[in-house]
Structures are given as C-alpha cells and as structure tokens.
C-alpha cells in the first residue's frame, strides 16, 4: 500500500515538475520574443548625401517589451524596402538606427494660418548669409528709417521730394519678429536640401509669414515693415536671425 501511495506522490511530482518546465519556456520565450528594426550594418559608414543602400541596412532586434516604444520613432524593417534608396540627412555608422526624422521630405510643410500672408521680402545679398536661416525660424528685419527733410526747398525740389542721400546716413531699425516661409526657393532646411541634392540658391529674398486682417490687410509689424520697405524702394534691407527660445 504504502508502495502505491508513493508511486502516485512521485508521479503528482513529476507532473507539477512537468507544469513548471513548461511555464518557464513560455516565459523564457515571452522575454526573448523581438521585434527588427531598420539599423546599419556593422562596419558600414554613410555620410550625408549618400544613398542609403539596402546592403548597408540590417535588422537590428529589440525586445517586443522595449519596441512598443520605439516604433514611433524608427522604422520597422518590414519595410526596409522603401528606405532603401533615401539620401542620408544624417552621418551614420555600424549599429545606428534609423530614425523617422532623418527622412523629412525636402517640404517642410509649414501653411500659412487664416490670418498670414506669405509674402517675399528682398534683402541685401551683402550682408546676409542665407546658409544660416531656415524655414521656420524667426526673423527681424532691419531697414533704413527715412531721412527726415532738412529743409523745405530740399524735399520740394526736383528729387520727388526724396531727401539727397549727401545729407548723411539714415538711422536703422528692427522690425519683427516674423516667421520665415522660404529662403530664396528653399523650401527645407539647409541640412535636408543638400540631401536631396538641391544647390544653394543666391537666396536675395526670404518669403515670410504676414499677419493680415479678414481684408487680406497688412496689420500690425507686418503693416510697419511693409509700409517702410515700399518708403526705402527695398533697398538696404537686412535681416537678423532670432536665437532659439529654450524649452
């Protein structure tokens, strides 16, 4: 009896060992489960401008557990098909991810509002460098006030009533701030134009965002700016870049 009573005990054992082999493989199985994203193979260099090849990108596995995470920010490799083929915007070695903001299209997509006006603005290609603005940054223009007249024979004579420029320097001013559109007919950032393969134009006028009245009305500094850019015919005309607001 006591024999039988111990064969049944060692066979429940063996049974609950049997149950708890099982529930360690499929945890063990859970925890090793992942998911590929699009990465670099090992020992590949990209540079930007270079053409993402498919022989250069590889799956890099990530566990299902952390990947939930990340696949709003990289690409899966299910679709390396589609990547494969993009200009680089970015400098890229062995082991990288590939990231969805390195494949912005050359638009940036920025719309004028209900109440802008996208206007160009000429400026003085001598002293302005547009390498250093982009779309989307924030701009103050700074344009020569009007010389006030010296005397009335001088702004009634045969000069349009325009003041002889011999009279001395006009007094600068800063008007803004303003959203830049367009840098000549770049329409994306510097870093994501040469990507593309897109030449750096001259860029002598930056198209910026007005704010306009339910007229269609310059108001406001967009009003002044307009205004003072028609007095001075445009010319002398520079621009200055905002710094950045820190979060």
Request: avoid cysteine; proline fraction near 6%.
């Amino acid at each position: 009896m006591k024999g039988a009573q111990g064969l049944i005990v060692a066979a429940l054992l063996g049974a609950f060992a049997v149950v708890l082999n099982w529930l360690y493989l499929v945890n063990k199985t859970k925890t090793a489960e992942t998911v590929n994203f699009i990465g670099i193979r090992t020992g590949a260099t990209i540079k930007v401008g270079d053409t993402l090849g498919k022989d250069n990108l590889g799956p890099v596995p990530i566990p299902r557990s952390s990947a939930d995470r990340l696949q709003g920010f990289v690409y899966k490799y299910e679709v390396v098909d589609t990547v494969a083929g993009y200009k680089a915007t970015r400098n890229y070695k062995g082991g990288d991810l590939v990231y969805r903001e390195d494949f912005r299209t050359p638009s940036h997509g920025l719309k004028a509002g209900e109440d802008e006006s996208i206007v160009p603005i000429p400026v003085d290609s001598r002293t302005f460098n547009p390498s250093l603005i982009d779309p989307g940054d924030m701009v103050r223009f700074i344009v020569p006030k009007p010389p006030e007249a010296k005397s009335a024979a001088k702004t009634t004579g045969g000069n349009g009533g325009r003041v002889d420029p011999a009279d001395g320097p006009a007094a600068m001013e800063a008007i803004g701030p303003f959203r830049v559109y367009a840098v000549g007919d770049r329409i994306s950032s510097l870093r994501v134009a040469r990507a593309f393969g897109q030449r750096q134009g001259q860029g002598r006028q930056i198209s910026i965002f007005l704010k306009v009245d339910k007229n269609g009305q310059p108001v406001g500094e967009s009003k002044r700016l307009i205004e003072r850019a028609h007095q001075i015919g445009f010319r002398n005309v520079s621009v200055m870049k905002m710094p950045e607001k820190k979060e």
